[in-house]
């Protein structure tokens, strides 16, 4: 078995906060730290225990943020329930592909089954969700096996079938090959409808060079834009992985009238976990959408050794991915994340009226000079820009 | 005395998981909340005794961030000493204009003192130090009297004499009446060169039109651009309060080559404090450069009632400024926040170095993709722009 189990001993920094501090304290702390109350939303007894009994057992955790919204007169309340999916991947990655990606659906479909009974309206997956996060080895095969098209490929078509049964909109991160433009490979977000129709698709558009991953070798920079997908639960665009340390990256999404914004990652600790309830939360502020940030979880192991470019012995996994994945409102706000090393599907429900509440309070965009910055920028570009430093002068 | 004790309980976050988290889990958590380990400076006792001893005595913090770079082949360590001052008001705010600014100066000299004994060079203070944050009343009078000359005022001269004393840089906001330029009131920053020159001035970039405030009553949005203050101890630059919630104003720093932003605040809990922890930081981890949050403290009480257009009864202090100033490293890792409820000079040292090393490490300047978004930008603001939204086609 090529999963080793997490030497990490830390379920999660909420349930160490509940556990730990005195219930005042706590409060405050909490307050603090998250924003106001998230109620738990009830959960079925009966809903509970299948995500016990599964083969995998996953934790479940379900949330209602409706309540940050106030009542209007103008509007009714528009409310959501937002599914994210954090997963391990089930066997050894040196296991057949065609086995490998069936054992994944074959658990993310009861995941999603879950979800449905509890009314989830829109579920978004983990970044190439259907294979483990090999970029590292810097080998392309088999890994670009995993590659399917966005449009007919069978994780779309299992995903489709999954949108009609549940009515159910499907964000499916995963590794495209596009066959018609010359088996172009891209990291890319499908958007499945939820009649089943593929609504369309989003392409990574940053790209790290950084510790163990140059997933340029895979792939490039996406050239999709920043679309903002209308579905009818929501306006909802896909910030994929390393995109999310972009910030004009999710700036555009908002400017685009998205209202809620997946982050489909993958992610470990040494590299990044201090910065995972940063980048998304302060998107989510600053933007006056939602925001989703998801996160793999476990610790995935190579057949063949490979080298992080740090000057350290060759190695067959690069650490472990922290999971976490949370939500955060636009008026920064956010869930309990969750585990840090097991399976998890986190349940929200949203009001979406309260993206336009939060604009007319705090008055982000109509404060933004985006004028300022269009000439800014396109000045910043130029080859021979000179920044505006302030020196002293000679006397 | 206008000054009511703070009815605040919890004195900062960390001190509160410090004092409550069994040691093995709050070393994680502290890892998974604040980043790599901060070691303290020592504070020789006579220092420690000078915060302790003076009429309005405050908390004293001092870290090193200098671990976190790496030595280099090709430049020596940068090393700087930034120093952050959060205050209450002293007198009540009915006191006569010239008596507070006095009050205030004596009391921040006492502080800049003791900075300079533990060997602080860049020094910076809240946002419209010398004043009461009298901008919730919708008053003209007295609060414009509180208005300087940023080049002559004697704000400007206190800051140049305490500037020449040190050999420190000290970034001094405050609110500037431009008398040149037909009185024009804005919220401005002096920079102040450590040799006592008045090296420049920025002016807050984004008003807010939110809560309590409508700042736009008393002087509107900056026409300094973005400028970076290159200085003996560095590039430096200051992003004015409500501009913390504009990711492109924090960009644009980094774009002219900022290796530290300072963040004058004066903000308070109800209305912000959840978000406080998340944007300055955020913003150091998207630009590579240090980000320092510095905040009011305490609650200040006026003579004549005012209202804040939610419906509640007028009132006569709009909350609690939660203090809580704290510096974040471009990798993200944060300082302990100083205090939530007292007067305090936070102390970091840091090297300068970091900033190249992170962009080396993430290389986030270079995956940045400026081009695109100044296209992207440009067609934004066109009154035409139609956003990027994908609908489903009719059948």
Not at 101 to 108: D, L, P
Not at 148 to 165: D, I, N, P, V
Not at 213 to 225: A, I, K, Q, R, V
Request: with cysteine.
């Amino acid at each position: 078995m090529s999963i080793k189990p997490s030497s990490e001993s830390l379920e999660s920094v909420e349930s160490a906060l509940k556990e730990h501090l005195p219930p005042a304290v706590y409060d405050e702390v909490r307050r603090v730290l998250y924003g106001k109350p998230v109620a738990e939303l009830p959960i079925a007894p009966s809903v509970a225990a299948s995500a016990q009994s599964q083969a995998a057992s996953f934790e479940l955790k379900a949330y209602s943020m409706a309540a940050l919204a106030t009542k209007e007169q103008v509007r009714q309340p528009r409310l959501v329930r937002i599914g994210l999916i954090q997963h391990a991947t089930p066997l050894p990655t040196d296991a057949p592909v065609l086995e490998q990606i069936e054992a994944i659906h074959a658990k993310i479909g009861q995941m999603v089954d879950t979800a449905a009974q509890l009314g989830v309206n829109i579920v978004c997956f983990q970044e190439a969700w259907t294979m483990p996060f090999a970029f590292c080895t810097r080998e392309k095969d088999p890994w670009l096996q995993f590659s399917e098209s966005a449009e007919t490929g069978k994780t779309t078509q299992f995903c489709q079938s999954l949108a009609k049964r549940y009515n159910m909109v499907i964000v499916s991160p995963i590794l495209e090959r596009d066959e018609v433009h010359n088996d172009t490979i891209w990291n890319t977000a499908v958007v499945i409808n939820s009649n089943g129709r593929v609504l369309g698709k989003h392409r990574k558009n940053h790209i790290p060079r950084v510790g163990d991953f140059n997933e340029s070798t895979y792939y490039m920079e996406g050239n999709t834009g920043h679309p903002v997908f209308e579905t009818a639960f929501g306006k909802i665009a896909i910030n994929i992985c390393y995109g999310r340390h972009h910030p004009l990256n999710w700036f555009m999404f908002a400017v685009n009238g998205a209202e809620i914004v997946f982050n489909p990652s993958a992610t470990v600790g040494a590299l990044s976990e201090p910065m995972w309830s940063i980048e998304a939360r302060c998107a989510a502020i600053a933007n006056s959408y939602y925001s989703c940030g998801i996160n793999r979880v476990g610790t995935e192991s190579f057949a063949n050794e490979f080298t992080s470019g740090d000057g350290k012995p060759a190695h067959k996994d690069f650490g472990h991915f922290y999971g976490s994945s949370y939500v955060t409102a636009p008026d920064g706000t956010r869930t309990p994340g969750l585990s840090r090393v097991r399976d998890g599907l986190l349940v929200t429900e949203v009001d979406l009226n309260l993206c336009r509440q939060v604009k007319d309070k705090w008055g982000f965009p109509m404060t933004q000079r985006r004028d300022l910055y269009a000439e800014s920028l396109a000045e910043a570009v130029r080859l021979d820009y000179k920044p505006q430093i302030i020196r002293e002068k000679p006397e």
